[in-house]
């Protein structure tokens, strides 16, 4: 049985769709998860536009808040610490989290990892590692 609330605001809904068609974006955009999203997304683009380390890292830190799994978050807060071993942990989260997401798209992609969006944040988390790997042994052999 469903209850007075979700009664009336399925008669809203069947009235609004007859109305305009542009209802459904409307309760798109206040859906939570929706605004979740749309509010990730810019955070993401300000971060990728700041030119201010401290604010990017805070940025990153308020992504991370959103969207728990942010590989974009990781990589930044990586590249802006200062201690290797800090930067190697963050790269090293971001990898995991981009290879558990996208498990079928190794065979499915082959070949193809920085064309496809669904792979690109794997290949940034891949290449951020192997550079901050790079840099680290390159520093143990000149000192």
């Known amino acids: 049985m469903k209850t007075q609330k979700e009664k009336k605001e399925q008669k809203q809904k069947l009235y609004w769709n007859k109305k305009s068609k542009g209802f459904n974006l409307i309760t798109q955009l206040l859906n939570p998860e929706t605004l979740k999203k749309i509010k990730c997304e ?17 940025l990153a830190k308020d992504l991370l808040k959103f969207e728990p799994e942010s590989v974009e978050a990781l990589i930044v807060l990586g590249n802006e610490s200062n201690l290797p071993t800090e930067a190697l942990k963050y790269f090293k ?8 997401f996208c498990k079928d798209c190794f065979n499915k992609f082959e070949g193809l990892f920085w064309l496809i969006p669904e792979t690109q944040n794997f290949m940034k988390a891949k290449y951020a590692y192997a550079w901050c790997m790079f840099k680290r042994i390159q520093f143990i052999y000149e000192n």
């Open 93 to 100: 989260k971001a990898l995991d989290i981009a290879k558990n």
């Open 42 to 58: 810019q955070i993401k683009n300000q971060i990728k536009t700041e030119k201010n380390e401290i604010t990017r890292i805070n």
